[in-house]
């Protein structure tokens, strides 16, 4: 069973605002990514950490900056939310990039 | 880019057997992966072809030929709890790319 976990599981904030979505797995992986989706729509990587301090833009462009000081975490930050920035934000892990593990996802609303 | 099609959404009855294809325009790549999402949860993986051929888990198997540029999730003995998006992904260099995901509907 994976161990991936993502705080907060729900968001309301206000524009111009700095937020840190969490993310920890227990699970010893060094592969993480961070995903961008939309209702009904596909995953977009935003971030990807192949090991600590180690940290990738995806293909997705994205405002977000990202960290990896311990392999168990890898948080993601918006300096200043926007409207456009609302979405659910996923988090996953791996030790293959083929297989990867999610966590329950944070669903963020800018107002 | 990338580039990955699915269709949209597949209806089928309970005890059935679907198929969900996935076209691909992308070179390069290592193989692909398919994805199960319920709604409101996080996605859960179902299969990888790194070869081509069929790889057979359970009532799930899935098919890969890079030469056609084609794979598909078939699904057997469907179950209401099935239903569910499902996505295919390919990875490639040090990325990682999602279809737009087909929705499947079983019905009883």
């Known amino acids: 069973e994976a161990d991936i976990y993502q705080t907060p599981r729900y968001l309301v904030i206000g524009t111009g605002k700095k937020i840190t979505l969490e993310c920890s797995q227990t699970m010893g992986h060094d592969k993480m990514y961070w995903y961008q989706q939309d209702p009904g729509m596909e995953l977009h990587l935003i971030h990807y950490?192949?090991?600590?301090?180690?940290?990738e833009k995806g293909d997705l462009s994205s405002e977000s900056t990202v960290s990896r000081i311990r392999t168990e975490h890898f948080p993601l930050t918006l300096e200043s939310a926007r409207p456009s920035h609302t979405s659910q934000y996923l988090c996953?892990?791996?030790?293959?990039?083929?297989?990867?593990?999610f966590g329950p996802g944070t669903r963020l609303t800018v107002t | 880019g990338q580039s990955l099609e699915q269709p949209s959404e597949v209806t089928a009855v309970e005890g059935a057997i679907v198929q969900i294809n996935c076209t691909y325009q992308t070179s390069g790549f290592y193989g692909l992966s398919w994805y199960q999402q319920h709604d409101g949860g996080a996605p859960t993986f179902l299969s990888y072809?790194?070869?081509?051929g069929l790889e057979e888990t359970g009532r799930f198997s899935s098919f890969l030929s890079r030469s056609d540029s084609y794979g598909y999730l078939l699904l057997q003995e469907l179950q209401m709890k099935d239903s569910a998006s499902y996505f295919c992904?390919?990875?490639?260099?040090?990325?990682?790319?999602f279809g737009p995901g087909t929705r499947l509907s079983v019905l009883p």
């Open positions: 950490s192949y090991g600590v301090n180690s940290t």
């Open positions: 996953a892990s791996s030790v293959s990039e083929y297989e990867q593990y």
């Open positions: 992904a390919v990875f490639y260099g040090q990325n990682f790319v």
């Open positions: 072809n790194a070869l081509d």
